[in-house]
């Protein structure tokens, strides 16, 4: 958790590199923004008595949305798909992740992520909505997500309750941070709110077969991590994946002597997204709120 947050925290300074989370890496990225909040939450009132020496109208701003992100995490809770509850708020241990609905083992075909009607808040969806309108992922850039065929080998999931309001958290802390970016570099532990990223996008889900549409098994496949510099514009990717590349035969690709001479489409899906990945995450966008 230690080094997934400091990785997260040093993204916005000039000259980071991008980061590829996989499986296990994914799953903890999740639970560190999770612990994260928690923990923002558990010392708001340091926090807002370093925010006051500043600036008082800013200090009541950072007290009401943390008491928002508090009030509404607590009425979070994430079920299975027989409705059993396995975390009642964004306390619990099992919110960010928990044990997938079955394994999910072997190649598996991805769909694009359609948020939930009635799991989260509406005001969850509208952000969601408007964080995955208004970055690109760059991802779909390359080809359309819905026509690769993955390795998915893992037991346990991330969780779509979580992401959606982990995101609509990170939308708040990031209007505040805009709203008071001057105040946050004033001060070391301040300066770590304002590197928080902005928001989350789910690009991809999988299905339990090829041929059942209508039902998914892990809702998050992956994450699109946007981070932004309000002092020079520029929005910035990571991105987490639960998919295996390194259980393909095909990774052998890598290392041949023809690799240079194939296009992106003539590699093996996996490949693809990997390699797409690594890319992405290195093209930085401007941007103006």
Known sequence: MHLLRSIMLARNKPGSNPALFLCLGHQGYAEMLREYLVNLIKNAKQTSEIITKYDEKAAQHFKKLISEISNVGENIVVRRRNDEIVASNFTDQYFAVKQNEMPEVGLKRLIIYKPPKDKVPDELIKVYNKISKLHVGLLEDFYLLE?????????????????????????LISKFSRSHFKILQEDPQLRKISN???GLEIPSS????????????????????????????IVKRDYTLQYHPELMEEIRILQKKD???????????????????????????????
């Open 206 to 233: 999988t299905l339990y077969g090829f041929d059942e549409k209508d039902k998914t098994l892990t809702e998050i496949a992956g994450l699109v991590v946007y981070y932004y510099d309000p002092q020079t514009g």
């Open 259 to 289: 690799f240079e001479s194939k296009t992106l489409l003539d590699l093996p899906d996996g490949i693809q997204l990997l390699l797409s990945c690594l890319q992405a995450g290195f093209i930085e966008t401007s941007k103006k709120f």
């Open 147 to 171: 026509s690769l065929d993955i390795v998915m080998l893992h037991g346990d999931e991330v969780n779509e309750e979580a992401i959606l309001f982990i995101n609509w958290a990170l939308s």
């Open 196 to 198: 928080l990223p902005i």
